[in-house]
């Protein structure tokens, strides 16, 4: 029987709970990691509110402290996973040395490392059909990302004549566009199902092709 003096009629030890995760500051990120979790196991459209509380371990209500609804949490979701992938993506680049050229190949391999590591924050990011531009902070976190392929682009795009450089930003879109089809078609699943060559070797070999067609590597 539900507990009279509970609103929602969770009762005492779910109130406890949550009083609990409140007070300890968690119940914001349980739920992040919560949701992540659910994205992973059912992906990004499938999973609920509901799911996510009782994964994180309160009452139903509990996400409506924090969050509007389903698709706020959604967006918190890929927010963290854009600043992860940011933060990975720079420290790989590490301004460009020895290369530019190394550093982005390690760009390359960021990119899948991070998407295998990260699998329910990196389909909350680019599977989950959210307007990134109708929220700010998930905007800037999403293009802290970009900016540093940009970097990458221009540090390559430095040894040539000002007149003979490509867009940086599109040769950026395309590199990231190549990176998440090499994860999307070869990355996921049993090693081998779809091709045997692994996929950083099919990343970077593609990498190589784009980047010598544009005139910004040597043989």
């Keep these: 029987m539900p507990d ?23 119940l914001r990120q349980a739920l992040v990691e919560a949701t992540a979790d659910l994205v992973q196991e059912q992906g990004p459209q499938a999973f609920t509110l509901t799911e996510a509380a009782r994964r994180a371990g309160v009452s139903p209500a509990a996400p409506y402290r924090h969050f509007k609804g ?15 992938f940011a933060t990975r ?4 680049f590490d301004g460009g040395r020895p290369r530019p ?17 990260r699998p329910g924050y ?11 531009a109708g929220n700010a902070d998930l ?9 540093v392929l940009v970097s990458a682009a221009e540090a390559l795009a430095s040894r040539l004549p000002p007149d003979r450089r490509p867009p940086v930003r599109m040769v950026a879109n395309h590199i990231w566009a190549l990176s998440h089809g090499v994860v999307e078609l070869f990355g996921r699943g049993r090693p081998g199902t779809r091709s045997p060559v692994e996929p ?3 990343l970077e070999s593609g990498v190589m092709i784009y980047l010598r067609g544009l005139g910004l590597i040597h043989d």
Aim: hydrophobic letters at 40%.
């Design 4 to 26: 009279p003096q509970s609103p929602d009629g969770t009762g005492a030890d779910a109130r406890a709970s949550d009083r609990k995760s409140y007070h300890h500051g968690n």
């Design 70 to 84: 389903r698709e706020d949490l959604l967006e918190e979701v890929a927010r963290q996973g854009f600043l992860e």
């Design 89 to 92: 993506l720079e420290t790989a």
């Design 101 to 117: 050229l190394s550093a982005f190949l390690r760009m390359g391999q960021t990119y899948l490392d991070f998407a295998a590591d």
């Design 122 to 132: 990196y389909m909350a990011m680019f599977e989950s059909g959210l307007s990134i």
């Design 139 to 147: 905007a800037a976190a999403s293009g802290r990302a970009q900016g």
């Design 200 to 202: 950083s070797q099919m």
